[in-house]
C-alpha cells in the first residue's frame, strides 16, 4: 500500500461544486502540503501545514481551503469549482530536517 | 523569493545518447536545498536526489550523474547512455533552510523539461 493516499483518484465536475480531495499518510511525518500541477507550469504550492494546528497559505491558495483533521490527514476543498482548476493535484509529507518530498499519487481533477 | 528555472522545455534523443537536463535557480539564502524529481509516464513523482548548499561535490548514481555550482547557480542533471525507460517529466526543485540546516519545507519547483528517449 502506498505511504501517501489520495482520494479519489480521478474527478469530474461541475462548476460551482464543492469538491473534497482528501489524503492520508502513514509515514508518521508532521508536515504535510496539497501541490497543484499544470502543464509547462510545474508544481505550485497551495497550502502546507507543519503540525495539525499550523495552516499556511501557498503561492496559489485563492479558491482553496485546507483541514488538518489529525497530523496523517489534510484534505483540500474547492468550495465552488471552477474551470480553471482543472489540474492535477498532489499531495505530499515530508522530513522535517531535509525537506524531500514524498508525494501521492494524485488526483486528477476536471471542472467543467 | 525563490525561483528555479529549467528552460529546456523539451528534449528528444535517441537512445545510448548522453543528455543534460538544466536547472538554474534564485535565492538569498545562503543555506538551502536542491533536488531532482523524476515523473514518468505513469504520472507519480519519485524523488532522485537531495543536496545541500554547502556540499558543492558532484554526485554519481549510476547512469546519471549532478553537477552543482554555486558560482552561477546551476544543478545540472546529467544521464548518461540513455535509455527509454528514462522517458519522463523531470523536475528540479528547491527549498530554502535555517542556518543549521533544517529546511522550511516549502520546495519550489522549476517548470519541468520533458525527456523523450527513442529507441
Known amino acids: 500500500d502506498a505511504d501517501v493516499t489520495q482520494t479519489p483518484r480521478n474527478r469530474i465536475t461541475k462548476t460551482g461544486k464543492r469538491i473534497m480531495l482528501e489524503c492520508s499518510q502513514t509515514?508518521?511525518?508532521?508536515?504535510m502540503y496539497w501541490y497543484r500541477q499544470d502543464p509547462g507550469l510545474g508544481l505550485r504550492l497551495i497550502y502546507y501545514?507543519?503540525?495539525?494546528?499550523?495552516?499556511n497559505k501557498g503561492e496559489i491558495s485563492d479558491g482553496y481551503s485546507v483541514s488538518r483533521q489529525a497530523q496523517a490527514k489534510f484534505s483540500l476543498s474547492l468550495e465552488s469549482a471552477i474551470p480553471n482548476q482543472t489540474a492535477l493535484y498532489f499531495c505530499?509529507?515530508?522530513?522535517?530536517?531535509?525537506?524531500?518530498?514524498?508525494f501521492g499519487e494524485g488526483s486528477r481533477l476536471t471542472v467543467l | 523569493a525563490q525561483k528555479v528555472t529549467q528552460a529546456q522545455t523539451e528534449i528528444s534523443v535517441v537512445e545510448k545518447e548522453d543528455v543534460t537536463l538544466d536547472c538554474v535557480y534564485e535565492?538569498?539564502?545562503?543555506?538551502?536545498?536542491l533536488f531532482w524529481y523524476k515523473q514518468p509516464p505513469s504520472g507519480e513523482l519519485v524523488f532522485l536526489i537531495r543536496r545541500n548548499s554547502f556540499d558543492e561535490q558532484n554526485e554519481i548514481s549510476g547512469r546519471y550523474s549532478w553537477n552543482f555550482q554555486k558560482s552561477t547557480s546551476s544543478f545540472n542533471f546529467t544521464i548518461t547512455a540513455s535509455q527509454v525507460v528514462d522517458s519522463a517529466v523531470y523536475f528540479c526543485a528547491l527549498s530554502e533552510a535555517s542556518t543549521g540546516g533544517t529546511s522550511y519545507g516549502k520546495l519550489t519547483f522549476g517548470q519541468g523539461t520533458i525527456l523523450t528517449v527513442h529507441p
Open positions: 509515514k508518521g511525518h508532521d508536515r
Open positions: 501545514s507543519f503540525d495539525v494546528k499550523d495552516i
Open positions: 505530499a509529507t515530508s522530513v522535517t530536517n531535509t525537506g524531500e518530498l514524498f
Open positions: 535565492t538569498r539564502d545562503t543555506t538551502y536545498y
